[in-house]
């Protein structure tokens, strides 16, 4: 019995990028749906419970992609309301790639020991990544705060956070280099979240502080949130700091898709989103 | 060879059911395509004609589906129009499950003893699924009579069941339960196809009924077309009778859509329309 | 690791002739995408550059489709644009058959002996088959005249066949059997391009013309370009002469569609336009 994938996407091209992780993490068959919106996710959901029986079951499972996050989630949330007790396939979300991007991302982060109690920054944190990175090192007993040009989008976030998460982050306005500068003092780990171009912390202001342990940009566009750090770098080490570019934290991000993908092949009733997607970088 | 299918769906996405059991029907690589209107037709069977000779030609097949039975139909005969001699490839139209389901349905009914010149009666028979049960139980030489709320329409029914099989099955208008009782007088197998909620014979009159001895019913979403019979009844005996739910017969249209797909690539020149699946049904 | 071709194609539906040859050509997933504008082929064809690396890269390629071949050739540029440095995937471009056809047809030409210094004439050639034939026989040294019915359409044609391959092509027009039989005077080899249902050449006229040796069409649909030639001819000699009909031509140019998707995947770096395919033709 073929392993097959239904990948729903959003947008009106299926992503291609989700498509070859698929079939690399060693799926037979694709079904591709572009365009896909939460309300025809019933339906097409349908498809999988109705066509395999009992164990067969685990054999069907659902992708579900697209560049619009929040419609990803409103999809993922439909297709579990679409199931029959025990008739249901596994699903996994990774909108835009938020889920792994964020979860490698993190598991970088804390590659360098524990940061329970440790002050931890997610700078330009309101995007998909921001979100979820801020809340799984939340749920790791970091103490963490979350920036963003204006206060009132960073309390939003983390209102948002707590109420998907439980757990608290505390909000913070950031614009300037002083700004950045001022939270950045006595932070241990710093995640740069913002949009292709936007430089957050320089080269002096990293270099000088003498907290800062690991710093991890997922910005792959130059210039890089954070000023010298090469996009390839994968946990470098300068002058006592480990230091990641987008490609560094790229390279498990695949792995890790990849291998949450062949998960949902394991059982029909997984349902992998940030938390499920972390625990399972975990065991990489 | 790859053994490749080409689905045609009239709806905006490709049916996920036909497609699945496609793989699970043994095929290799399936080329889906939705929102095809009749129009269409020509080119996409013309990819699968000019790309493969001779022998070669029966690894390639259509599947015709999509929930507009009607327009499965036009694209039906547009792919039988496009064939030049023996340059053809096999087809199968299934439109909303109309074959599979009617057949499924007639083969059950069938399984409890001839119904050659006995009474049988399809309520609210007028969709694409009682159209075909009909026919084919008239083609059986049962005796069968086609209810719909208003006698025109019970009679347009009929008259397009004379002109596309050839047989006659009786027009009759029921509405009311007297009228459904009525009906029912002598006849030895019924079947319901009404709409989702519709119950047309009630529990004490289909037991009352000492000439009834099969009764199948095809909707799955309670309150079912024939009171106390169970979804998932595949035979069920209930007071000397045979009870059959909609699932109880899906089990079956399963395995037998995937029979007709697999047959599909036995040679090049199959047209698997109502009568040729009930017929395949038989083999089962 | 799975050999994936994404198929991208400027018709709503992406082809299914160039689906199926591709599997024929043995690759072991596709990823169909219609209705593709140049606009949209950077994020596609990013999604195969950043999914594989290094060697495997070459199990990832593109083919690039559709009836309107100039948005083909926008598409393959915006893929090769979208390349960075050796990050990139194999491609192929025969929009509506453009290149296969062309080649297919100048290889048959050029069977009977070489062309270099002969009077070659594409009549009717302004489409993207004749420009192309045009182009390789005037680059394999022969004297290559071009038609239409106006001069100017003639000379726009081939003001672009020298931009876009460096020869030089004459423009002549010709609309009348007699306009034809005086272009024909001292030509070696014909090929003729026209719309279906126009003839260029009658029977009368090849038949008296001493210096033709070779003559060929692509149009498959009666009356074909030259009276007399059968769609299915493949070198019928008639009076000394060498003819070739549309479905003649076509069996090699499907055996050189399959042989150049096959050979995508042996390299990651070959983009297969007119010259190329033409090369792998030369070794068929």
Redesign the interface.
């Known amino acids: ?2 392993k ?1 994938l ?1 990948q729903l996407d959003n947008d009106k ?1 299926a ?7 698929a ?2 993490a060693g799926i ?6 572009g365009g ?1 919106q939460p309300e ?1 996710v019933r ?6 419970m ?3 029986g009992g164990e067969d079951l685990k054999n ?1 499972a659902a992708f579900i992609g697209g560049s619009n996050v929040e419609a990803g989630e409103a999809m993922l949330k439909a297709a579990k309301d679409s199931f029959f007790g025990p008739v249901r396939v596994s699903l996994m979300m990774d909108a835009n790639g938020c889920n792994t991007t964020a979860t490698a991302a993190v598991a970088k982060m804390l590659a360098h020991g524990d940061l329970s109690g440790k002050k931890v920054a997610i700078l330009a944190g309101t995007g998909p990544v921001g979100l979820r990175a801020a809340a799984l090192l939340a749920k790791e007993g970091a103490d963490v705060v979350l920036t963003s040009r204006g206060l009132e989008k960073a309390e939003k976030a983390c209102a948002s956070i707590e109420e998907r998460f439980g757990v608290k982050v505390a909000p913070q306005a950031a614009a300037t280099p002083e700004d950045y500068n001022a939270v950045l003092q006595g932070v241990t780990a710093v995640l740069t979240c913002g949009a292709a171009g936007v430089q957050c912390v320089s080269e002096e202001m990293w270099k000088a502080n003498d907290s800062l342990k690991v710093l991890a940009d997922v910005n792959a566009v130059p210039p890089v949130g954070i000023e010298g750090v090469k996009s390839h770098w994968n946990g470098k080490e300068v002058e006592g700091k480990f230091l990641y570019g987008a490609l560094g934290i ?1 390279g498990f991000k ?1 792995k890790l898709h990849r291998a949450c993908v062949a998960k949902l092949f394991e059982q029909n009733d997984l349902v992998l989103d940030a938390e499920e997607i972390f625990g399972i970088a975990k065991t990489l």
């Open positions: 019995m073929k097959i239904l091209f992503s291609v990028f989700d498509a070859v992780t079939y690399d037979d068959s694709l079904l591709q749906y896909v025809d339906n097409l959901i349908y498809g999988e109705f066509t395999r069907s790229g695949m």
